[in-house]
């Protein structure tokens, strides 16, 4: 057995008995004549408020910060994960005022039917059906299936653009004397889904009132100022992934991504 050393007899209560008590505290004051009682250094005090000063001036940057990261993640929430579009990349946004559409500034979308308007309402929808990548595909929530004879890319359709063609058949419905009748039940889903596109896409713009000397009253004002995703983007989104092939809804091609 090895001997026993002076370190080796040093005990934890050893140890903790150079931790000074409060006793220890006071007789060791006493003996140098030092007052505990006497404040300490003004050197002390001024750390001491330094130091809560630094904590104010970082509560105050992060509170900044917050207020101005804000937006960003409010953007950013528009497009959740669950949520994922091809077209998110096209998007951003204007600032348009709307049209009251009455019939003193009707737009070029109004008017009496004629081969030149259903033309116009035919175009705001010409891209409906598009394609896009495997890679693209992947990403999409509720699969699709792939093109038949180029099955590297597969079929997708905006749903603005559908919205669109269901309010064509709707203003076509208005006048059964020009255009022929459609289904009742083909009317009653167009309308439907556009109430859910109003309710999804939740427009919270302000209209305002103003008075109107002249009729004596308050009256709405439809012409307010919006902010709106860009169609012009979005269009051009359509004509550049417009599908290239026919597509055969009887032949089911081969999806790997099924596999």
Not at 29 to 51: F, T
Not at 138 to 165: A, C, R, W
Not at 183 to 192: A, E, I, L, Q
Request: aromatic share 10%.
């Amino acid at each position: 057995m090895p001997a026993t050393t002076k370190k080796d007899e040093y005990s934890e209560e050893e140890h903790l008995s150079l931790l000074p008590d409060e006793s220890t505290a006071s007789s060791d004051y006493e003996k140098q004549g030092i007052n505990k009682n006497i404040p300490r250094p003004a050197g002390h005090i001024l750390l001491k408020a330094a130091a809560i000063l630094g904590v104010f001036i970082f509560a105050s940057v992060v509170l900044i910060l917050s207020v101005h990261v804000k937006p960003q993640t409010c953007a950013f929430q528009q497009f959740p994960e669950g949520a994922y579009s091809p077209a998110h990349g096209s998007v951003s946004y204007v600032t348009k005022r709307f049209n009251g559409s009455f019939p003193m500034t009707l737009t070029e979308y109004q008017g009496e039917p004629s081969p030149e308007l259903d033309e116009k309402w035919e175009q705001l929808y010409a891209y409906a059906i598009s394609q896009i990548p495997r890679e693209e595909a992947m990403k999409l929530t509720d699969k699709t299936v792939p093109i038949p004879g180029d099955e590297s890319n597969y079929i997708v359709g905006l749903e603005v653009f559908h919205q669109l063609h269901c309010l064509d058949s709707i203003r076509k419905s208005l006048r059964p004397d020009y255009y022929p009748s459609m289904p009742n039940f083909h009317t009653s889903h167009c309308v439907d889904i556009i109430r859910q596109a109003l309710m999804c896409t939740v427009d919270i713009s302000p209209i305002v009132w103003e008075w109107r000397e002249k009729e004596q009253v308050s009256d709405g004002r439809l012409d307010a100022m919006h902010t709106c995703r860009n169609w012009d983007q979005i269009l051009e989104w359509g004509k550049e992934h417009q599908i290239q092939t026919h597509f055969d809804i009887k032949t089911k091609a081969v999806d790997i991504l099924a596999e």
